[in-house]
T-cell receptor, first 114, second 114 residues
Framework: EAGVTQFPSHSVIEKGQTVTLRCDPI?????LYWYRRVMGKEIKFLLH????????ESGMPNNRFLAERTGGTYSTLKVQPAELEDSGVYFC????????????FGSGTRLTVV | SQQGEEDPQALSIQEGENATMNCSYK?????LQWYRQNSGRGLVHLIL?????REKHSGRLRVTLDTSKKSSSLLITASRAADTASYFC??????????????FGQGTILTVHP
C-alpha cells in the first residue's frame, strides 16, 4: 500500500507570507494527525482528525494555523501569516485502529520562514 | 521535565554491540511506541507495547515496560551500521478526548560504527 505522502518536502517563505502544507494519508485510514518539530525541541502534537472532524486540536499553537480535511481524505495545514518561530518540520501521520497499531508517518515538510 | 524523556541523548557503539535506550513518562498510558527516524526522513514505527504488557520482541528489538516506574527500554541487539538513526519513544494517553495524541520524547541519537 502507498504510504503517507506529504508535500512539499521543503518550503522557504518570507515572514508574513502564507504557506499550505498537504498530507495524503493511507487510503481508508480514518485517523489523521499533524505534528511538528521545531529546531532542537521534541516532536509535538498539533491536531487529530477522525474522518473530516477535528477530534482534538489542543496542540494548535494559535489562530494563524488552520487545518482542514474536507471529505475525510487528504488534509491541509495552512499557516497565515507565517512567523519565524513557525520554522520546523511538519509531520503528518495516519492510522486505522488506534489501540492496536502504531501510526504511519510521512516524510515531513521542512518549513523555513525567513 | 517532559513527558517521554529519553536517555541517553546520544549513544555511540561499535557494530555487533547491543544498544539500550530508556524512556520515562509521567501520565497513565494506553500504550507506548518506539519510532526510528533516519536523517531527513519520516518516522518509522518499530514496536508498540500495551500498558498491560511487560515485554515484547520483534526481530532484534526488545522492549520492556514498567508501568509502576513509568519507564520503558528499547534494546537493539547485534547492532548494524544501518541502525544509525534517532530513536523516539511516544506514549498514548489512557483517557480523555486526546486519546489519539502521541507524546514524544526528545529522542536518542544512535550511531553505530562499522
Amino acid at each position: 500500500e502507498a504510504g503517507v505522502t506529504q508535500f512539499p518536502s521543503h518550503s522557504v517563505i518570507e515572514k508574513g507570507q502564507t504557506v499550505t502544507l498537504r498530507c495524503d494519508p493511507i487510503s481508508g485510514h480514518d485517523n489523521l494527525y499533524w505534528y511538528r518539530r521545531v529546531m532542537g525541541k521534541e516532536i509535538k502534537f498539533l491536531l487529530h482528525f477522525v474522518k473530516e472532524s477535528k477530534q482534538d486540536e489542543s496542540g494548535m499553537p494559535n489562530n494563524r494555523f488552520l487545518a482542514e480535511r474536507t471529505g475525510g481524505t487528504y488534509s491541509t495545514l495552512k499557516v497565515q501569516p507565517a512567523e519565524l518561530e513557525d520554522s520546523g518540520v511538519y509531520f503528518c501521520a495516519s492510522s486505522q485502529e488506534l489501540a492496536l497499531a502504531g501510526y504511519t508517518f510521512g516524510s515531513g515538510t521542512r518549513l523555513t520562514v525567513v | 521535565s517532559q513527558q517521554g524523556e529519553e536517555d541517553p541523548q546520544a549513544l555511540s557503539i561499535q557494530e555487533g554491540e547491543n544498544a539500550t535506550m530508556n524512556c520515562s513518562y509521567k501520565t497513565s498510558i494506553n500504550n507506548l511506541q518506539w519510532y526510528r527516524q533516519n536523517s531527513g526522513r519520516g518516522l518509522v514505527h518499530l514496536i508498540l507495547i500495551r500498558s498491560n504488557e511487560r515485554e515484547k520482541h520483534s526481530g532484534r528489538l526488545r522492549v520492556t515496560l514498567d508501568t509502576s516506574k513509568k519507564s520503558s527500554s528499547l534494546l537493539i541487539t547485534a547492532s548494524r551500521a544501518a541502525d544509525t538513526a534517532s530513536y523516539f519513544c511516544a506514549t498514548r494517553y489512557a483517557g480523555g478526548t486526546s486519546y489519539g495524541k502521541l507524546t514524544f520524547g526528545q529522542g536518542t541519537i544512535l550511531t553505530v560504527h562499522p
